[in-house]
């Protein structure tokens, strides 16, 4: 697994080399399932700071949420004409309706602690999407999921910059 790891770490600095470190850590804490548990240690690597990596990691992480919550509902809505997305749509949200208990019970204080726990999953997508279907409101989403990403981000820090 942790060699796994290390391929998909170096493939991403390799394709995003002639970017400035900076860009190169949003870039890699936006993509879905990577986000904030990839961009972290990549810009560790990378030799960029605690601080420096924690911003851009953060802002990466947090860039697609807000037009995730804003637009997946009418498009999705719009998308159950064709047969395969209503397929996969509901596949989707069984999934992660089974992940979704900490929001069902607490509400945005559970979508706070499902985004924070840095496992597989349980990143800012998810959330989104437990939001969606649980009908958090999207302010209340949003900063939600934020401070879920901080945190899960400080948590990661921790390891990825043993003495920040």
Known sequence: MDNLKMTIQNFFIEMLSSLPPEIMVMMISAIPVIEVKGGLPIGSLLGLSFNSSLFYSVIGNLLPVLPILLLF????????????????????????????????????????????????????????????????????????????????????????????
Request: aromatic share 14%.
């Open 73 to 164: 509902r009418p498009m999705s809505h719009w998308m159950m004409r064709i047969n395969v997305y209503q397929y996969f749509y509901n596949w989707l949200s069984k999934r992660t309706e089974k992940k979704g208990d900490k929001v069902r019970k607490y509400g945005a204080l559970g979508l706070v602690l499902f985004t924070a726990v840095p496992l597989p999953t349980t990143g800012a997508y998810s959330a989104c999407l437990i939001s969606l279907l649980f009908a958090v409101p999207t302010r209340r989403a949003f900063v939600s999921i934020s401070l879920g990403v901080i945190i899960a981000s400080v948590l990661i820090g921790v390891v990825s910059y043993p003495l920040f």
